[in-house]
């Protein structure tokens, strides 16, 4: 199985980057993993969307659908897009450490 090395710890990720043992994702695996697509410093609004994907996982044991993702946060998809390079399925979910969607997000 791929290994991504983040501030010097190495973790279990898919083919895509997704890490494979959400249990062990931190803040500072968030960081880095935004790092990597060029952003630095999350913001409130970041953290606001990756908060409630981690709580919608937790409750549900999957990814929130994208219009539930913007109804509930308030974030407009086009600002999901400014926030989350490649998206909130290949940004947002890798970012909050869910695993790969398997559906639209």
Known sequence: MP???LNGVMYEVD???FLQ???KWTEAIAAALAEKE???GLTDEHWKVINYLRAY???NGI???VR???KETGVQLKQIYELFPQGPAN???KWAGLPKPTGCV
């Open 3 to 5: 290994q991504i090395e």
């Open 15 to 17: 083919e895509d980057g």
């Open 21 to 23: 043992q959400p249990e």
């Open 38 to 40: 060029g952003i630095t």
């Open 57 to 59: 996982y937790r409750d």
């Open 63 to 65: 990814a929130p659908m």
């Open 68 to 70: 539930k993702l913007t």
């Open 91 to 93: 940004s947002a979910c």
